[in-house]
Structures are given as C-alpha cells and as structure tokens.
Nanobody, 118 residues
Framework: VQLQASGGGLVQAGGSLRLSCATSGTIVSITRMGWYRQGSGKQRELVAVISTGGNTNYADSVKGRFTISRDNAKNTVYLQMNSLKPEDTAVYYC?????????????WGQGTLVTVSS
C-alpha cells in the first residue's frame, strides 16, 4: 500500500491550497483517512480526519478554514485549506487505515511541505 501526497507549496497569508493524497495497492477497504502536520520543532498533530461515511473531525485551530473530503471510488483524500496563516506552515502527512487481505494497517504518505508567508 502506498500513499502519494501532492499539492503543497508556498502561499501568502490569506491564500488557499488544496492537498491530495491517493492510496494505491491491494486494498479491501479504507476506513479512516486523515491529514496530520508537523511544524519545525513540533510534534506531529492531527489536522482533520474523515470516516468512510463522511463523518469529519477537525483540530480547533483549523475549524472553519480547512475542509477534508474523500473520493472512495478513487481511494483519495483531499484537504482544502483556506485563509491560511503563517502558523499553518508545516509538513503535511496523509494517513489511511487500510483493510487488506492480511489484516488492518496504518499507512502514511511521504509528506508535502506547506509554507505560508506573512
């Protein structure tokens, strides 16, 4: 199973970016998908998660600005980030809880850097 993230980059404060993460491999199903981030010198933190049925949960710091969504047919999760702030600067990692024939597992993407300038 591989997760390929894309969409990061440099943006000015107040701008928008959309991250994508596609999951590939031999998959029975994907339950939870989500985005986490790790700023310089900080621990990795939850940004947003979404269940198979579309239930979502967000970190307080991004509520009202970020929107997570998924395309189950494409095994892809998205993160629309609006009104970006310099404190959103971080490496963003996608995550998927995947059911395979051999059992359940947690998989991570390689990370994509988001830099927000003031």
């Amino acid at each position: 199973v591989q997760l390929q993230a894309s969409g990061g980059g440099l943006v000015q404060a107040g701008g928008s970016l959309r991250l994508s993460c596609a999951t590939s491999g031999t998959i029975v199903s994907i339950t939870r998908m989500g985005w986490y981030r790790q700023g310089s010198g900080k621990q990795r933190e939850l940004v947003a998660v979404i269940s198979t049925g579309g239930n979502t949960n967000y970190a307080d710091s991004v509520k009202g600005r970020f929107t997570i969504s998924r395309d189950n047919a494409k095994n892809t999760v998205y993160l629309q980030m609006n009104s970006l702030k310099p404190e959103d600067t971080a490496v963003y990692y996608c995550h998927a809880a995947v059911a395979r024939l051999t059992g359940l597992g947690d998989y991570w993407g390689q990370g994509t850097l988001v830099t927000v300038s003031s």
